[in-house]
């Protein structure tokens, strides 16, 4: 069983374009989050949701908004893509009073063109 | 604010050598600490934890010991596999919703 699932794994699109990227937790966490990961590796938050109401929202672009149908999943839409958008991005849930650790998703390679 | 040094890599390794990666890390109060790993093409998986000073966590023959007085959390593995090629993560959570991360260290093992 996938705990924390995204979709797609790859995705290459050109420069202007919108896309949106899934994701979905099957382990009844209450707290979901995006990261972006640059090409040296380096992690950083974009959003957290808890319960589907937003948390935490770091320093990014209008241009991306996050969305939360259900607290299961946690999708991020992204308008007018740019060349520094290309990176890999990470979902993540967990639970809070569980001394906070995070459970990870697969990753998702966007490529901008 | 919290914030977490890693030695940075990459560390290249034979077989069955010892492995260390130094981490410190900065924050007010209780934190806990964690090192996660990355395989290649992977996301992030929890390798270890610990919620408070003087906690050892271990797995899969890695360990790390939180230390309060010299705030570090090194990560050591007596023999290491090729199979441990991967990017590891030391990151601090300091009773919040918020992960700090450190850096990354590339370890490669050779055969």
């Known amino acids: 069983d996938t705990a924390v699932s995204q979709t797609p794994k790859y995705l290459v699109t050109q420069m202007g374009n919108d896309k949106s990227i899934k994701c979905e937790q099957n382990l009844g966490h209450d707290t979901m989050y995006w990261y972006k990961q640059d090409s040296k590796k380096f992690l950083k938050i974009m959003f957290s949701y808890n319960n589907k109401e937003l948390i935490i929202n770091e320093t990014v672009p209008n241009r991306f908004s996050p969305k939360s149908p259900d607290k299961a999943h946690l999708n991020l839409h992204i308008n007018s893509l740019e060349l520094g958008d290309s990176a890999v991005y990470f979902c993540a849930s967990s639970q809070p009073g569980h001394s906070y650790e995070q459970y990870f998703g697969p990753g998702t390679r966007l490529t901008v063109t | 604010g919290d914030s977490v040094t890693q030695m940075e890599g990459p560390v290249t390794l034979s077989e069955e050598a010892f492995l260390t990666i130094n981490c410190t890390y900065t924050a007010t109060g209780y934190p806990s600490l964690f090192w996660y790993v990355q395989y290649p093409g992977e996301g992030l998986q929890l390798l270890l934890k610990?919620?408070?000073?003087?906690d050892k966590g271990s797995n899969k023959g890695f360990e790390a010991t939180y230390r309060k007085e010299t705030t570090s959390f090194h990560l050591e593995k007596g023999s290491v596999q090729v199979s441990d090629s991967a990017v590891y993560f030391c990151v601090l959570n300091n009773a919040g919703n918020m992960l700090t991360f450190g850096g990354g260290t590339r370890l490669m093992v050779k055969p």
């Open positions: 610990a919620t408070k000073a003087d």
